[in-house]
Structure formats: structure tokens, C-alpha cells
């Protein structure tokens, strides 16, 4: 069994190679759904009977049969709230990959760069169907542990962009994204700018990466581009919300990475469909992220308006990448066992 630390992880892990395994996921889903197995992730509230912030316990399991080989993958995450005053990552998460004809684990492995890079090449992948394609110009709204690889996974797909906005809710957070982005992507020679407000990053942005804890619409339709595309990464749960109701009815498409799990976890959404005052319903989805892939949605890009990515998050996608490591890993291995 290989044991996969953080850095080892990373060793293997590019942006291009997360993106790539995912859209190879979608099309196999879409030819051979019975290929795909993945029930819906188990959620468990923590901290709910304490004073302490309330975080999330999810088990994550998913089975991939590749036309050889089967392979089960299983991820497990806890997010904490509190973690980053302590320095510490607010979304923690082990992976385990494992040969389903033997049942031998092939890998264990940090879950938190799998996370942080499968969740961002969601956004790429949206990104590249449905942003502009001479798009200048991206906000990043919350600067936390996830939008560096979200707003990385952008750049990879939209290599026009020149200028980077950037708004958080301490300026301190912006501020030390801006230094780290431009320290570790230092093949990104993009224009990094901290706004003091949310309307100052989004007004002229092609493209607008939200990653927050928010429980409300961070801006509204008249604040943002007509042809604007928005990656939504945050809001995870009913109660939370990011993407006002004012732009999800106005979108001429809206996109979900996995169409079950969005039904239960999917703030925005679930609250725009429950709002009596907002004409978008469930009914108004324009498909998921795998009718984009293999193309039986289709963008005119010259009359697309705002266009609307949410995600959720899936363990298929997870297994996806993870597996794409592990094999990565194992002929690393062999290759340097063959040398010696």
C-alpha cells in the first residue's frame, strides 16, 4: 500500500491532469452510467449541542469500473470553521483507493490538495464551456484555502485573462492571498488587485470565483457584467447562500456539477426555487456539468448573458482524481525502483 503524504500528493497533481481525469469521468458516466457508482455523501452537522462554530462531517464513498478494473474510493473530510486562526486548513480529508477483485488498498493518501484541486477543476471545467473565451479579467471573492487552485484552475482555461480582483472579508485575507498566489503560481504573470468592497472586484469581472461561508446574495444583477460567468464553490448547505436571487433568475444558463446532491445541499438554489418573489425553479436548471463535456448543451457565446456554475461537490470526482494519483504514484515508484 502506498501511503500518500501532502507533498506527495501535490508531487503527482497538476491542475491540466485533474481537469483531463474529470472530463474522462463525465464521458465514461454518460456512456456507461452503471460504471459509476455514487451514493449520496453522508453529512453530519458537528458542534451543533456546543458554543463552538458548527462544522461538517461527510463520508464520501464511490466505485469506478474503468472497462478492466473496478476500484473503490472512499474520501472522508471534516471542515472547521475555526481552523484558519489556528494556521491550520479549514477543510481537512484523507483518501483511501482500493482494488475491488482483491479488496487490497492501493493507496492512502492526504485528501486535502485532492479536495482543494478536484473542487477548482469543477470550476475550470465550467469555465471553459461557459465563460467567454477572450475573458480579461477574474474577481476571486473569499480568499481562504480553496480559491488559490480555483482561481489557478481559471487561469489554465482562460489564458487571456490579465487581471485579478480580489475582495475578502478581512482585507488581511486578501492581502496574504495576493502574496502566496504570486510566490507559489509565479507562471501566472497576472495583475493582482485588493478591493475594499465585493461591487469594486465583480463590476468589470468576465469571470467571478465565490468560495465563502456567506448565508446571503453577495451582490446583485446590476453590479455585475451582462455576459458574466460566476463558479460558485461555497454555500454547501440550505441555509447558506452566495449568489443572489436577482442573478440566478436572470441567468441563461445555470449548471450543476451533481444534480442530486445539489437538491439537498445547494443554498442558493434551494433558496432561490423556495422564494416566492423569484421566478427561478428547480425546473429552470440547464443541465450538469456532464451534458457541458460531452456537448449536449451547447453555448452561443454571443448571446449567453450571465451564466451560473454551482457545485457541490461529488465523490465520483474525488475517485476521479485520487485514482489518476495513484496509478501516477505507483509508476513513479516502479520506474525509480527499475533505475536503482
Not at 492581502?175 to 468589470?204: G, H, L
Request: glycine share 4%.
Amino acid at each position: 500500500m502506498q501511503i500518500l503524504d501532502s507533498q506527495a500528493v501535490k508531487d503527482q497533481l497538476t491542475m491540466v491532469m485533474a481537469i483531463d481525469s474529470i472530463e474522462r469521468l463525465l464521458t465514461l458516466q454518460a456512456e456507461h452510467p452503471e460504471w459509476v457508482k455514487c451514493p449520496e455523501r453522508l453529512v453530519i452537522p458537528t458542534f451543533t449541542a456546543s458554543d463552538k462554530n458548527t462544522g461538517t462531517h461527510l463520508s464520501m464513498p464511490s466505485v469506478l469500473f474503468d472497462g478492466k478494473e473496478e476500484f473503490a474510493i472512499v474520501k472522508l473530510v471534516t471542515i472547521c470553521p475555526d481552523n484558519p486562526k489556528r494556521d491550520l486548513p479549514t477543510t481537512t480529508a484523507v483518501v483511501t483507493v482500493s482494488n475491488n477483485d482483491t479488496g487490497e488498498i492501493l493507496a492512502f493518501m492526504d485528501g486535502i490538495y485532492i479536495t482543494q484541486v478536484r473542487t477548482a477543476a469543477l470550476s475550470g471545467i465550467a469555465s471553459k464551456y461557459l465563460a467567454k473565451p477572450d475573458s480579461q479579467q477574474v474577481a476571486v471573492i473569499g480568499c481562504g484555502g480553496m480559491a488559490y487552485e480555483q482561481l489557478n484552475a481559471v487561469l489554465t482555461v482562460c489564458p487571456n485573462i490579465k487581471t485579478v480582483t480580489l475582495w475578502n472579508r478581512t482585507t488581511e485575507g486578501a492581502n496574504t492571498f495576493k502574496t502566496k498566489f504570486a510566490e507559489q503560481y509565479p507562471e501566472w504573470p497576472v495583475t493582482i488587485e485588493v478591493c475594499e468592497d465585493i461591487v469594486s472586484a465583480v463590476k468589470n469581472a468576465d469571470v467571478i470565483n465565490l468560495a465563502t461561508r456567506a448565508t446571503e446574495g453577495l451582490f446583485e444583477l446590476n453590479e455585475i457584467k451582462a455576459d458574466a460567468h460566476i463558479n460558485a464553490v461555497g454555500a454547501y448547505q440550505p441555509e447558506m447562500k452566495e449568489v443572489s436571487d436577482s442573478v440566478i433568475e436572470a441567468c441563461s444558463h445555470v449548471v450543476i456539477d451533481d444534480a442530486p446532491g445539489g437538491r439537498h445541499e445547494a443554498g442558493d438554489l434551494i433558496q432561490a426555487d423556495a422564494a416566492e418573489d423569484c421566478d427561478w425553479t428547480w425546473d429552470d436548471l440547464t443541465g450538469d456539468l456532464a451534458d457541458l463535456v460531452t456537448q449536449k448543451i451547447t453555448i452561443d457565446h454571443d448571446k449567453k448573458g450571465v451564466t451560473l456554475f454551482k457545485s457541490v461537490g461529488a465523490a465520483s470526482f474525488d475517485a476521479a482524481v485520487a485514482l489518476e494519483v495513484a496509478q501516477k504514484a505507483k509508476l513513479v515508484d516502479h520506474y525509480h525502483h527499475y533505475k536503482l
